[in-house]
Each structure stands twice: as C-alpha cells, then as structure tokens.
C-alpha cells in the first residue's frame, strides 16, 4: 500500500517516457516475522517511522494506519 502522487510534464505530454512519480509513504509487511511499519517520507515529518505492529494489533495496523497517520501529523482527514 503506497501513497504517489503523478506529475505530468508542462502542457500534459510525455513523449514516450512515464510520469514522474513522488513516493509519499510506504507500507513494509514482513510475512516471516508477521510484522509491519509504516515509513513516511514527507519533508518535515514529525514521526516519519511508525513503530513495528505485531500479532493482534497487526490487522488494524495495516486497514489504518495510512488514515492515521495524515490525520495526526499532517492534518489531512481522508
């Protein structure tokens, strides 16, 4: 689950090449040691790494956590 934002060249041509692509978060699920964390990559991020969610909590962690995240520490509600 990632976040990316497309930008497309002036005057909305790209001549062959893809889109560049901004990377905003990223959601890493470790299926071995059944964990996952979520790593934002926003410039000025009060908390760019949200801690490990294992076992119980793991579930709600990976439905949510985007959600959260832009809420408490970027004010954006979606």
């Known amino acids: 689950m990632t976040d990316a934002t497309t930008t497309v060249a002036a005057g909305g041509e790209t001549s062959g090449r893809p889109a560049r692509t901004t990377v905003e978060g990223v959601l890493f699920v470790d299926l071995v040691k059944i964990r996952a964390r979520y790593d934002c990559f926003r410039p000025g991020c009060p908390q760019p790494v949200e801690s490990?969610?294992?076992?119980?909590?793991?579930?709600?962690?990976?439905g949510g956590i985007k959600t959260d995240h832009l809420a408490r520490f970027h004010g954006e509600h979606r």
Not at 52 to 62: Q, W
């Open 52 to 62: 490990p969610a294992r076992g119980d909590d793991l579930e709600d962690f990976i």
